[in-house]
């Protein structure tokens, strides 16, 4: 398969413009300052992300008298954003190429509601529903995507019909509440893996040795890029920066790894299934042609069209991939809920395009990466269990966290500006 060219004043994988200045080796010495001056920033954008997470949490810790770290409440963290982070990997996408979706909320809802339905009136087996659910994700997707893709309706009215649709559908759907979902299905987003591999003194040994492999794959995936980045003669960020930034993000994976193990559930299940989505999907847009055309389409959609890009067919996909992943996170929500609930979804969308744009997704689309994304997932989940251990009222959660947004966008804002001048 031959690769499309990205085209110049496009991003990559990074957040860092790929234009020709840093693909071309040999360019004269002030371009290659200018390259430089460019890594370095994009560097200090995920810097300040990863930062700013790092103090949030250590600020909650002081505030809550130590009890936000405590295992159970962290255990509890992943399950309760377990759905943000779902959402956020698959909106990351639709925003960096420029589009936005507003349905996802709804779409949750419904989803969730015609699972419960295929388990307790159906009677189908609970794997299948979610299998029913999962393909019928992917039919609203195609739905959406060839409004968007193929006639040419903004993504903003299609997403904004679309959440009226089928909020309206699962209102329809679900007279009332729908219990007694079976034990195996609440046990998704209600259990964890505890006791496999036995335990050293009070610590789960599964979970240990699933932190240290992803320590290793972390460290393994750092050297490869950098070595990749070496190969073609592409800027780098200094070693010392490098080392830092390896040892500083170990150091918190297993300072997290020995917390959970030891919680009263060990590993959640539900952080295999978010932390198998973040690996797929980082390779997805940072490794194959697919996730380059999604970036170039975002950097600049006429000079993708001019380079052999089939936007019509990456922006359809895009919006189907978005309905798989609303199902994953509404068998995950419908899960921990135990029943199909129609004010299921409620301001999801929200969270989820809030994750991405605190995570440093640029809001004119083209750059933002899935770490970004799930670390501004995990910025409003720590706000929203932080705040809520401090009984703060909803009402002020809710303003705190508008107030956390509208300045994580203003600073991007900023800094561009100040890039530009």
């Given at each position: ?182 034990d195996g299905f609440q046990q998704i987003s209600n259990g964890g893996i505890l006791g496999w591999l036995g335990y050293a003194g009070e610590l789960d040994v599964f979970t240990l040795v699933l932190g240290l492999l992803a320590v290793a794959g972390f460290i393994i995936s750092q050297l490869r890029t950098r070595a990749t980045l070496h190969k073609h003669e592409l800027m780098v960020e200094p070693f010392g920066a490098f080392v830092a930034k390896m040892v500083i993000i170990s150091a918190m994976l297993l300072f997290f790894t020995w917390v959970l193990a030891r919680s009263a559930i060990g590993t959640p299940y539900v952080l295999i299934i978010v932390g198998a989505l973040i690996a797929a999907y980082t390779f997805l847009m940072g490794r194959t042609i697919f996730g380059r055309h999604i970036y170039a389409i975002g950097g600049n959609v006429h000079a993708a069209v001019l380079s ?114």
């Amino acid at each position: 398969m031959t690769e499309t060219p990205v085209p110049a004043g496009s991003a990559d994988s990074s957040g860092v413009g790929l234009n020709e200045e840093l693909l071309t080796p040999g360019k004269e010495p002030g371009d290659g300052a200018s390259a430089a001056d460019r890594v370095k920033k994009g560097n200090l954008r995920e810097y300040g992300i990863l930062g700013a997470l790092v103090a949030i949490i250590l600020l909650f810790e002081v505030l809550t008298d130590g009890k936000l770290l405590q295992p159970d409440n962290v255990s509890s963290l992943i399950q309760q954003n377990a759905y943000v982070m779902i959402l956020a990997i698959g909106m990351v996408m639709v925003i960096v190429a420029g589009h936005i979706d507003l349905s996802v909320g709804s779409v949750v809802a419904f989803i969730g509601g015609v699972m419960a339905i295929a388990m307790m009136e159906w009677n189908l087996p609970w794997v299948l529903a979610v299998l029913f659910g999962i393909g019928l994700g992917a039919l609203i997707g195609a739905w959406q995507g060839f409004w968007v893709a193929y006639i040419g309706v903004p993504a903003f009215i299609v997403t904004l019909a679309g959440m009226l649709i089928f909020r309206g559908l699962t209102i329809v759907i679900i007279g009332q509440t729908i219990g007694g979902l079976p034990d195996g299905f609440q046990q998704i987003s209600n259990g964890g893996i505890l006791g496999w591999l036995g335990y050293a003194g009070e610590l789960d040994v599964f979970t240990l040795v699933l932190g240290l492999l992803a320590v290793a794959g972390f460290i393994i995936s750092q050297l490869r890029t950098r070595a990749t980045l070496h190969k073609h003669e592409l800027m780098v960020e200094p070693f010392g920066a490098f080392v830092a930034k390896m040892v500083i993000i170990s150091a918190m994976l297993l300072f997290f790894t020995w917390v959970l193990a030891r919680s009263a559930i060990g590993t959640p299940y539900v952080l295999i299934i978010v932390g198998a989505l973040i690996a797929a999907y980082t390779f997805l847009m940072g490794r194959t042609i697919f996730g380059r055309h999604i970036y170039a389409i975002g950097g600049n959609v006429h000079a993708a069209v001019l380079s052999g890009v089939n936007v019509k067919k990456v922006n359809f996909w895009i919006f189907v991939n978005m309905g798989v992943l609303a199902a994953v996170a509404a068998a995950v929500t419908t899960s921990r809920a135990g029943a199909g609930v129609a004010a299921a979804g409620t301001n999801y969308e929200l969270d989820a395009i809030a994750a991405c744009f605190i995570g440093g997704t640029a809001v004119t689309g083209g750059v933002g990466k899935v770490s970004g994304a799930i670390i501004g997932a995990l910025i409003m989940g720590v706000l929203n269990m932080g705040l809520s251990i401090m009984a703060v009222d909803p009402a002020w959660q809710q303003a705190i966290k508008g107030l956390v947004l509208l300045a994580a966008v203003a600073f991007d804002l900023i800094n561009k500006r100040r890039a530009a001048s």
